[in-house]
Structures are given as structure tokens and as C-alpha cells.
């Protein structure tokens, strides 16, 4: 395993600026989506529409478990986001959060928020999975 070391500001501009614009793309993403879900929650209310019966596609009761979900998802996404970014304005992004090492660029090209090294976040997925 090679030695990380910290970042320097160019460093941290650049995954400012990526986090920057995945938050904004998740804003889309979030208005879209509760546009969607309620429009559903509007169909389900109204009474107009057949929830149960209808053979040719998903009830309204699926549709909206399934667009809540989504929407659930890209609201915790968004709320890793902005703890990224509060982490840069406070000069802790790019160290683990639970050993307090460097991340890695790598780690952090692929996954701009992650708050865990590599090897802390198998450790605890290891854990989930026992």
C-alpha cells in the first residue's frame, strides 16, 4: 500500500467544484423527482384512477413506493454532499473520518464525498454483511 498524502488547495478547488456540481444535478434530479412523486400522490388521493386494477402496468401504490424510494435516496445523497463540502470548509475533507488518514485522490476522483478510506469503508461493509 503507497503512502497518501494530503491535498492542497488546487486539490481541493477541483473536488469543490465536482461536489459543487453533483449537488446541483441532485437539485435537478430532487425537483424532478417530487414533481413526479406528487403528481402520484395527487392520482392516489383524487380516487380517479384504479390502483388495483389495472393489468398493464404498475399500481399507483408500487409507482409511489418506488419514486419515494428514489427521492429518499437522492435526499441522503445530497445530505453526503453537503457534509463533503462542510468538510472542506472546515479543512477536514479528504481524511478519513474515522482514522484520520488521507483518502486518497483515487478514492476521492471516484467518490467525491466519501468520508472513508478504502480500507475502513470494507471493514465496515465486512460488518454489514455478518
Known sequence: ???QTKL???DLRHFEKLLRHQRHD???ALGRIGTTLDDVIEARNSGTAD???DPEGPTL???WSRISGVHSDLEATSTTIDQALARIA???YGLCTRRGEP?????????PAAALC???ARELEAQRRA
Do not use: K, Q, W, Y
Open 1 to 3: 500500500m503507497r503512502t
Open 8 to 10: 492542497n488547495v488546487a
Open 26 to 28: 441532485l437539485d435537478i
Open 51 to 53: 390502483d388495483e386494477h
Open 61 to 63: 401504490t408500487m409507482e
Open 90 to 92: 472546515n479543512g477536514s
Open 103 to 111: 483518502i486518497g485522490r483515487e478514492r476521492l476522483e471516484a467518490r
Open 118 to 120: 478504502i480500507d475502513c
